[in-house]
């Protein structure tokens, strides 16, 4: 039986050869903030990475009207996630941390490492412990996005 699983899951694509279970990557800004307010700036950017290993997510900060930012995230699909999506939603930097709020209960925190690396965490009150995030810059084209 449990050789007719792993044939199953080989069948299917569930798992990829390079062992990630990725299936479709996340969506990208229409374009990229070239500056924040100052206390945004180890934000700043386009951001990639993985959410525990294997969901694909895009982070990049968004000015808005008050001299704050707003985040753009975007998620793609794995065999948990079954729909890739994006949302601009308000932030905040708090000590160093940028606080994400995702819905009612729900928030990213970020904090930057001295190798330009976000790392960062993801509460929400469905799961018995955070999921972790590390997101890595993105290099820009050339209109910005």
Known sequence: M?????????????WASDGADTLAPAPRPETVAQE???QFADFAGLWQGK???T????FALQPDDAGGCMAYVSWG???LVEQAGET???CREVGGELIIWM????????????QNTLFGLFYTQDAERPFRVVLRPEPLGD???
């Not at 449990?2 to 569930?14: E, F, K, M, N």
């Not at 990213?108 to 490492?113: C, K, M, Q, S």
Request: hydrophobic share 50%.
């Open 2 to 14: 449990r050789w007719l699983l792993i044939l199953c899951l080989s069948a299917t694509g569930v």
């Open 36 to 38: 924040v307010a100052p």
């Open 51 to 53: 959410w525990e290993g």
């Open 55 to 58: 969901l694909d997510v895009v």
């Open 77 to 79: 699909e794995n065999v």
């Open 88 to 90: 601009i939603t308000p």
């Open 103 to 114: 819905g009612e209960h729900n928030m990213i925190v970020l904090e930057p490492d001295a």
């Open 143 to 145: 209109d910005g996005g």
